[in-house]
């Protein structure tokens, strides 16, 4: 590793410099030596060292000392006050509070609309997975849009789009008009999704970045717990419940819109567009009217460099130049990896069916099982909440290779219990003439009932077993009887037969539930925020928007795909083999951010770029950080030595 000593005069501000800087520098400097030497981070990263300049005081015999500060700990009297980060985030985070309210509303709102409208499995699917891929759609355009607009101007119509979406869906008189809905809600989440976390990181200073972009998360978390708990209220109002549960949404929505029109835009997006003055009172507005010139400084010229770099360049669409640039290019394949495996952890799995997932673990009664998935909600926002505090002090990487493997191996808990249940699932005693020909009387056991669409498992319990077991075929109007037999009119009799569609009386419901909490536990903290986090700060300011959208896009269209086959996925493949397949996935996962994802914590976003000048995914492997050390001389009375008058390299 090479270390270069310079001699500069003392009069000269020092920074920090790369090889190729050395000829230029000793043309110009003389009088101060300093060390640039070869490290490495403890996570095998490389850094570029940013640091902030720290005023030269003059000393004794005319020493001087110009010593900047590394990133992420600057010095407390330059703070911005808090205040009005928060109230910044806050607001733009009520964009997260949606996606995620409309997330987990949807989870107890199906219990009652499949009975209500009797939807089939297709139609279920389609009602959760039209508003993800109408998310992905308006993500990708949402890059567009914010160049284009601005990253104020798309908060507030992605907030005006989705109240549209919420009285569509509250007043919907059929399932079509339903769907209708749903898709207007998506287009809305989309542009949210992508320009929210794109308008904090842009904002929020270095050390308070991946804390306020996290908040966002948080907030989606938050709003699956408020949605679970509506659910859970509105499940007792009976046919219509659902309305208000889907119209709810709507209030946040206003909120949002109304906070925004009195809010600053993009500082950076300001200057990008050259309006400069604008940029500077949006930027002092924002740091609390504290003296902003060397931060304002810092940011045109590095929106000036990459101007140059564009007519140098030729132009063109942003997306090619993206795939043209090595370090951007890197930077977009570790964003939109973290968003694909975010999604094929099984997330919105959990979410969008945890209600279902519950029923289908054993639990009886919907209402029961709609509270329960508010507790799994109320879990992962706890969880995501810590993501919050542990975010600045452990750093993205650790916290996201922590939280995929403790994934991991709650998913295996949740496939466990499933296996547990088919394993000791009831068998079918009694095998009525059936006077349709269904193929329900061949099922052996309530497992293999369950898994048909169209059957359903009646039987009478005691404390101690299951008897007078058989497997009948639904109603057409409703699957909350059969379509014909004893479990066709059900009444509240203790000795009515219990009728059980799309689960199965079992004694190991509670490994499944172990296996939910457990799985938000680890996936909040980590998984569940960081790739929203490290996409806000990976990408150089001219690919940000188009950046955050591709890898939303991935994220949504990932989303799309999980959700629309899980039940399809548990119809062939069992349950249990739907949670060992999202497993194996997970490890995957791990291996990739083992690999590629390097550190960002505390370093500027103008900085970031130089993460990803070495090969794709060599994160894990030695790659040495660059610091800077400074020895102070005697001002103009320090002799000068022979050594001191050129560069020299000692290996």
Sequence with gaps: MGVFIFSCKLNHVIRPVVEQDAENLL?????????????????GVSHMISMDSRTPEAGDGGERSVIRTPPGEAPDRDAPPAGFLYVLAFFSALGGFLFGYDTGVVSGAMLLLKEEMNLSALWQELLVSST?????????????????????????LASLVFGIGGVVMSLAPDKVALLVGRVTVGLGIGIASMTVPVYIAEVSPPHRRGQLVTINSLFITGGQFVASVVDGAFSYVGRGGWRFMLG???????????????????????????????????????????????????????????????????????????????????ALVVGCGLQMFQQLAGINTVM???????????????????????????????????????????????????????TGLSLTVLAVGFWLSARYSPPATLHPVDAQNSTCRLYGS?????????????????????????????????????????????????????????????????????????????????????????????YPLWARSTGNACSAGVNWSCNVLVSLTFLHVAQYLTYYGAFFVYTGLVALGLLFVLGCLPETKGLQLEDVESLFTGPLCSCGASSPARHVQYSRLDGSDAPLSDDDDDATETD
């Design 446 to 538: 309530c497992e293999l009932c369950m898994l048909d669409p169209d059957c359903g498992f009646c039987y009478r319990e005691n404390d101690s077993a299951v008897f007078d077991s058989s497997c009948v075929p639904v109603a057409q109007a409703s699957t909350d009887h059969a379509a014909w037999g004893r479990c066709s009119n059900q009444t509240e009799a203790t000795s009515s037969p219990t009728w059980a569609y799309n689960y199965c009386p079992t004694s190991y419901s509670w490994v499944v539930l172990t296996g939910l909490l457990l799985y938000l536990a680890f996936f909040a903290p980590g998984m569940g925020t960081m790739p929203w986090t490290v996409n806000s700060e990976i």
């Design 27 to 43: 043309l110009r400097c003389s009088g101060i030596n300093f060390t640039q030497s070869g490290s490495r981070d403890e996570d």
């Design 248 to 330: 709810l949404s709507v209030l946040p929505a206003a909120l949002q819109f109304v906070g925004f029109l009195f809010l600053p835009e993009s500082p950076r997006w300001l200057l990008q567009k050259g309006r400069s003055q604008e940029a500077r009172r949006a930027l002092s507005r924002i740091r609390g009217g504290r003296s902003v010139g060397e931060e304002y400084d810092s940011i045109r010229a590095s929106i000036e460099e990459e101007e140059e770099g564009k007519e140098a360049g030729g132009g063109g669409l942003i997306i090619l130049r993206i795939f043209g640039h090595g370090p951007t290019r890197r």
């Design 132 to 156: 993800v891929g109408a998310a992905a759609l308006s993500a990708l355009a949402g890059g567009s849009l914010n160049g284009w607009l601005g990253r104020r101007a798309c908060i507030l």
């Design 352 to 406: 969008y069916y945890s209600a279902t997932i519950l029923q289908m673990a054993g639990v009886q009664d919907v209402k029961r099982a709609i509270w329960l998935s508010a507790a799994t909600s109320a879990t992962n926002f706890v969880f995501t909440l810590a993501g919050v505090w542990l975010v600045e002090r452990v750093g993205r990487r650790k916290l996201t290779l922590g939280s995929l493997l403790g």
